[in-house]
Nanobody, 116 residues
Framework: QVQLVESGGGLVQPGGSLRLSCAAS????????MAWVRQAPGKGLEWVSD????????YYADSVKGRFTISRDNAKNTLYLQMNSLRPEDTAVYYC?????????WGQGTQVTVSS
């Protein structure tokens, strides 16, 4: 079955960096676009970034453009999100997401807290 497992979150000071990972299984990873989505406390889901199956096209929300970089290693079935220059407003649970045959699949999420 489809499984997505995020890791790499934590507590970081403003201006710091984190790299999130999402280990995927149960589907043909290299054929699928993948996305990162976040949910801040008390707010709805916010799309952050996505990348096509081959890794050649990346898209970013304006709020993270120039600070975050999405990437993937298809040999390892793993999606990444490098987050630099973190701000308190980046505090959220971060989820990786894939849509397969009209259904959305999500991991359990990883908490990122940006605070001094």
């Amino acid at each position: 079955q489809v499984q997505l497992v995020e890791s790499g979150g934590g507590l970081v000071q403003p201006g710091g960096s984190l790299r999130l990972s999402c280990a995927a299984s149960g589907f043909t990873f290299g054929s699928c676009s993948m996305a990162w989505v976040r949910q801040a406390p008390g707010k709805g889901l916010e799309w952050v970034s996505d990348i096509d199956g081959g890794g050649g096209r990346e898209y970013y929300a304006d709020s993270v453009k120039g600070r975050f970089t999405i990437s993937r290693d298809n040999a390892k079935n793993t999606l990444y999100l490098q987050m630099n220059s973190l701000r308190p407003e980046d505090t959220a649970v971060y989820y990786c997401n894939v849509n397969l045959h009209g259904f959305g699949f999500w991991g359990q999420g990883t908490q990122v807290t940006v605070s001094s």
